[in-house]
């Protein structure tokens, strides 16, 4: 019986696992990558300039940005929070760049 139960919690584990990966980067040089890069920077602790990063967008890409940003939030609920060092840096330069800096 305890074989079974174990088996089932297995089972169960690879089911929510998928989850726990998030969805595929978007393409570099869209708003939706943008967003993808300030929601990461969130979660490694870092500070975004959300309002730097928006004022180098034209005003279409606003509302894709808005958009992305909100879908991140939701996912990133659910999403790991591990930022390594390395990763730490490069998402600091990348939000740096995308701000004007």
Known sequence: MRRLAGL??????LLVLPGCVSAP???PG???FA???ASRG???????DRGGIVAQMERGER???????????VS???????????ERARVQQELA???GR
């Open 63 to 73: 509302a894709r940005f808005q958009a992305a940003s909100r879908s991140y939030a």
């Open 97 to 99: 760049r995308l701000a």
């Open 8 to 13: 089932g919690a297995a089972a169960l584990s």
């Open 76 to 86: 990133a609920y659910r999403a790991p929070r591990a930022c390594g060092a390395g």
């Open 25 to 27: 980067m978007p393409p």
């Open 35 to 37: 967003a993808a890069q």
């Open 42 to 48: 969130y979660d490694c602790g870092l500070r975004v």
């Open 30 to 32: 869209t708003p939706e």
